[in-house]
Structures are given as structure tokens and as C-alpha cells.
Nanobody, 125 residues
Framework: QVQFVESGGGLVQPGGSLRLSCSAS????????VGWFRQAPGKEREGVSC????????YQTDSVKGRFTLSRDNAKKTVYLQMNSLEPEDTAVYYC??????????????????WGQGTQVTVSS
């Protein structure tokens, strides 16, 4: 059974850090790009960042550049999103998603086959 499960969300004060994890089972993560998306209340789901199947971070949305870092450990079938200097505007449900490596990283949700259930990140004092 294919599963893609996020963890690590929670409540953090502005300026704090969180590390989100996304763990895969039922498919070979090595062959997939992994994108992180987020959806704030009343807003469209937006692409945050993506790491290719070869380990290259291919894009980051402007608002997170310099603050968020992607990494992956294929042996553990896990992708990580390290989020530093968090701001209230980062409050959202964060989702990871996997797309076949041949497509490359994309901001388009349509190319992603597998999605996690989402994890809530709340940045508030």
C-alpha cells in the first residue's frame, strides 16, 4: 500500500524552527521528485519547494528563500523540510507530494502522483 506521511508540524513562536519529515512506503522514493506545498486558510495551495530525485533543490518560492532547506535520505525513504526564522505568514497546512523523476520538479500539482495527508504548522506568539 502506497503511503506518504508527513510529521513534525506544530505550534512555534515567530523566529523559531521546525523540521518537517515526509516518509514514503509502498513505492521507491529514489525515483521520485518530492515537492512541498502549503495551504493557508482561504488561500490556494502553493508550491514551496521541491527536491529532485537526484537530490537537487530545484525551486523555492521567494518568501522562503534563505529560511527553508530541503534534504532527502533515500535509505530512510524520507524527505525533510527544515524551516528556520519562521514567520506568522508561514502558518499553513504543509503537504509533501511525489512525482516521477522524469517530470522534474514542478509547481503544478497535476504531476504529483502521491500526496501526504498534511501537517499543520502554526507560527504565533
Amino acid at each position: 500500500q502506497v503511503q506518504f506521511v508527513e510529521s513534525g508540524g506544530g505550534l512555534v513562536q515567530p523566529g523559531g524552527s521546525l523540521r518537517l519529515s515526509c516518509s514514503a512506503s509502498g513505492f521507491t522514493l529514489d525515483y521520485f521528485n518530492v515537492g512541498w506545498f502549503r495551504q493557508a486558510p482561504g488561500k490556494e495551495r502553493e508550491g514551496v519547494s521541491c527536491i529532485s530525485n537526484t537530490g537537487r533543490t530545484s525551486y523555492q518560492t521567494d518568501s522562503v528563500k534563505g529560511r527553508f532547506t530541503l534534504s532527502r535520505d533515500n535509505a530512510k525513504k524520507t524527505v525533510y523540510l527544515q524551516m528556520n526564522s519562521l514567520e506568522p505568514e508561514d502558518t499553513a497546512v504543509y503537504y509533501c507530494a511525489a512525482s516521477p523523476g522524469v517530470y522534474g520538479c514542478s509547481r503544478s500539482r497535476g504531476v504529483y502522483n502521491y500526496w501526504g495527508q498534511g501537517t499543520q504548522v502554526t507560527v504565533s506568539s
